[in-house]
């Protein structure tokens, strides 16, 4: 592995970690909760008209306000770095 493959994914992992709640907040998923009018809030209605006018725990919907609300767990932070190492990795063979 070279530098600039090693270079490329460190720097996905850790632009993956560090940007991840600025994107949950972006699309509506917030410390106060579910922004009015956002992404987020379609989602939340989507999935509450699925699930007859509630949420699910565990949902999609209801995991990502947790790591908007909360952050990200020590599991959903490997994840997202994973990820970002992979596409990190993934731009090092496109270059």
């Given at each position: 592995?070279?530098?600039?493959?090693?270079?490329?994914?460190?720097?996905?992992?850790?632009?993956a970690v560090v940007g991840?709640?600025?994107?949950?907040?972006?699309?509506?998923?917030?410390?106060?909760?579910?922004?009015?009018?956002?992404?987020?809030?379609?989602?939340?209605?989507?999935?509450?008209?699925?699930?007859?006018?509630?949420?699910?725990?565990?949902?999609?919907?209801?995991?990502?306000?947790?790591?908007?609300?909360?952050?990200?767990?020590g599991v959903a932070t490997a994840v997202v770095?994973?990820?970002?190492?992979?596409?990190?990795?993934?731009?090092?063979?496109?270059?």
């Amino acid at each position: 592995m070279g530098l600039l493959t090693a270079a490329l994914i460190g720097a996905g992992a850790t632009g993956a970690v560090v940007g991840a709640p600025f994107v949950l907040a972006g699309i509506g998923f917030t410390s106060a909760g579910i922004a009015a009018g956002s992404y987020a809030a379609s989602m939340m209605s989507a999935a509450a008209v699925a699930n007859g006018g509630a949420v699910a725990a565990g949902s999609t919907v209801a995991v990502l306000q947790a790591a908007g609300a909360a952050g990200l767990s020590g599991v959903a932070t490997a994840v997202v770095g994973s990820a970002g190492a992979t596409l990190g990795g993934l731009a090092a063979v496109l270059i």
